[in-house]
């Protein structure tokens, strides 16, 4: 290896590149940036594989986080579903017969039976639907990079360029991928999940009971616990609170306006339980 010098008095001190014999002169040391130069391609690849793997960790945080979210938002609605039903109900029953405690709580308890195993069964079967979906998509794509897997090369190679990739530096990336996971790199660069990740029915189920049970308990306990003559204002009252908390809750999780979404779901809520109160009245009126 051969080191030419300089004087010192110019500071023009070379710079040896350890993967050459040649130094590098600091005019050269410029010229490593442009994308014509060798070094700067190896740069770009290893830039891209960094990329790509960063992607890869943010899309499956993206798909866990968004999985936390939609369960949470799911027994936000439940426990506004059972503080409405419970409300309209017990409320109906004790405008018929304000006095008759018993019978309150017995229909009070049979609608939070009632409402959280429908509210399980629906969420059990709307998410298994969702769960073949996904499991499906994933057998489609198995089934597909298997049978063409150059073209799935190119196609995963054309996103990364899509995304701000240099040609060479995208198909190298997408054949490193490939090579490690073919179809988990199609479904994370492509549709934002990942291949063993699939929605489980049971967990939405029991959210949806537990959530629909507690939220029933706030108008139960409302209409049951105060004196008889102020037990249906008082219930009115509570719901309204508790039903403006799950709206706000659930409009800060879908990053939508609260105002609107709570004035909505408390307008909703009142006239529910002023439907079953005027309807109980009614009957117990003519009973």
């Not at 050459?20 to 740069?43: F, I």
């Not at 990336?173 to 179809?183: G, I, K, P, S």
């Not at 959530?211 to 009252?237: R, W």
């Not at 879908?254 to 109980?280: D, K, N, S, Y």
Request: hydrophobic share 45%; glycine share 10%; proline share 6%.
């Amino acid at each position: 290896m051969t080191i030419t010098s300089s004087p010192v008095a110019s500071l023009d001190i070379p710079v040896l590149d350890a993967r050459s014999t040649a130094p590098v002169l600091p005019e050269q040391d410029r010229l490593l940036g442009q994308p014509g130069c060798p070094t700067h391609r190896r740069l770009s690849s290893a830039e891209g594989l960094t990329a790509s793997a960063a992607s890869t960790t943010k899309a499956e945080s993206s798909t866990s986080l968004s999985s936390r979210l939609n369960w949470l938002r799911a027994g936000v609605l439940g426990a506004n579903d059972g503080i409405v039903s419970v409300a309209g109900l017990v409320i109906g029953v004790a405008a018929a017969n304000p006095t008759a405690t018993g019978t309150i709580l017995a229909a009070g308890v049979a609608g939070i039976l009632a409402g959280a195993v429908s509210m399980a069964a629906g969420e059990y079967v709307s998410v298994s639907t969702q769960s073949d979906t996904e499991r499906a998509v994933v057998a489609r794509y198995r089934h597909t990079l298997s049978e063409d897997p150059d073209g799935g090369v190119d196609e995963l190679a054309a996103h990364y360029r899509a995304k701000g990739l240099q040609p060479n530096t995208a198909r190298q990336v997408a054949l490193e991928l490939t090579a490690h996971n073919a179809v988990g790199a199609h479904l994370e660069a492509e549709l934002g999940m990942r291949e063993d990740d699939y929605t489980n029915p049971w967990h939405a189920a029991l959210s949806s009971a537990v959530a629909f049970t507690i939220g029933s308990l706030l108008p139960l306990l409302a209409i049951l616990l105060p004196p008889v003559s102020i037990a249906i204002p008082l219930t009115f009252v509570a719901v309204l609170v508790g039903l403006g908390l799950t709206g706000g809750v659930s409009a800060r999780l879908g990053e939508a306006p609260v105002r609107p979404a709570v004035v909505r779901v408390m307008l909703g809520g009142a006239l529910a339980m002023a439907v079953t109160w005027g309807i109980g009245h009614l009957i117990g009126m003519a009973v």
